[in-house]
């Protein structure tokens, strides 16, 4: 005799567990979920999301510009070798996907981040996520990024008028700007998908520290990469943050 038990959660999972003494073992656990297709799987949070969303049980399709980096292997991985700027490889991994989650980092060298790159990429998968029906749309920014329309931090403000023109990353981070200002303008009013955007700060790589949760300001340093990918693979079932911009910490 075989009882089934569904554990609610993100994502739901069954257990089916045999009630005859003479049979007892350890419950054997299946987990029902989605699939995400991933943008910037081999960047520092990506590839740590990567691994925790096949861990979870989620099925990934992963847009990634060198298949040989990704060190994961799993049956529900499936890799689609190209860059973010071609429109028939992103329209591959989108399609059949329940969610999309954009890791994208910059260049190498900041001070050369093409203009507007993060923008035309979400603008380029905006359309293809309504036409494939995905859910939720979750985008990785920073904390250096204001809500749209809301005035940045002091602190964040002094620190992407110094370190961020000295190195470069400003261009990022402006692309970013408008990347939150397009989600709230045109995603947000067409509900479809929802929308997530983290704004995570002062990551490191490393062994998990703590549960991340959603804070009013965070500190320049001390969260790891780890982490933040946690974050951001509950975040795809929590209703709570659906239509929000929230600071990691």
């Not at 309504?130 to 990024?145: C, D, H, P, T």
């Not at 939150?180 to 995603?187: F, G, I, P, T």
């Amino acid at each position: 005799k075989v009882v089934l038990w569904i554990r609610l959660g993100p994502p739901a999972q069954l257990l089916l567990h045999r009630t005859d003494p003479q049979q007892a073992r350890e419950p054997h656990l299946f987990i029902m979920s989605g699939t995400i297709g991933l943008i910037g799987g081999t960047g520092s949070t990506g590839k740590h999301f990567l691994e925790k969303a096949l861990d979870a049980g989620y099925s990934v399709k992963a847009l990634v510009r060198t298949p040989a980096k990704v060190t994961a292997k799993s049956d529900n991985l499936t890799l689609i070798e190209g860059s973010f700027a071609d429109s028939d490889k992103l329209k591959e991994t989108i399609v059949g996907c329940d969610y999309v989650v954009s890791m994208a980092g910059s260049m190498a060298n900041p001070k050369k981040h093409p203009e507007d790159m993060f923008l035309n990429l979400v603008k380029e998968i905006h359309p293809l996520m309504r036409e494939a029906g995905v859910k939720v749309f979750v985008y990785q920014a920073g904390s250096l990024n204001a809500e749209p329309y809301k005035p940045n931090s002091k602190t964040a403000r002094f620190f992407r008028m110094t370190y961020g023109k000295f190195t470069g990353l400003e261009n990022a981070l402006k692309d970013h700007d408008n990347v939150l200002a397009y989600v709230h303008d045109e995603m947000q009013k067409e509900g479809d998908p929802k929308t997530i955007c983290t704004r995570p700060s002062g990551m490191a790589d490393g062994d998990s520290k703590k549960k991340l949760t959603v804070v009013e300001s965070v500190s320049p340093s001390g969260y790891m990469y780890c982490d933040v990918a946690q974050f951001a693979l509950d975040a795809l079932t929590d209703e709570s943050l659906y239509g929000t911009y929230p600071m990691v910490g």
